[in-house]
């Protein structure tokens, strides 16, 4: 019997133990993560018992301050950028809340309506009015300046035969095969 692979198999299964399932995140309106720094105060208390000749006892109490500084990207650029990303997001979703009245009657968005209370989404005008794809335009110009160019997609579908058709009749089989 192989022991390594027994141990690597006991051991995969108390990391196993271990793990937590992953769960979504809401990216919306949120910080991303932007620290500055952080301040600490903390208080330390040692017993330190020294057995030698007369057995005596010391002992120190203290207090500690401290402060972290992260790495990366100063703290107004920081908070600026996050900033921006809350106001864009903003921007795209207030034309939503605008148009629904039923969220400013609703005291659960109140800080949301007041939040996009002015703000009036542009429309997109460039679709066009037919409701077909820019690919699609572009495919039938195409067409018009190369009508002997068979393009991927020009299958012409099988339609369904009239109500009268007659279907042919399967050729007979010969017994003799």
Known sequence: MNYYFTGLLIILMFLLTLIEPAYPRNEYLNEYGVRCGEMEISTERRDTDYNYSDSSTNEQQGIRFTYRKYLGTDC????????????????????????????????????????CRGITPARDNTRPSDSKSLWDDMKDEYKKENPDIKLMGDKKILKMPPKDFILPLPKPKNETE
């Open 76 to 115: 107004k650029t920081s908070k600026e950028n996050v900033a921006i990303k809350q106001q864009l997001e903003l921007m795209k979703m207030c034309g939503r809340v605008n148009s629904n009245p039923s969220l400013a009657h609703n005291e659960n968005f109140a800080l949301l309506v007041s939040k």
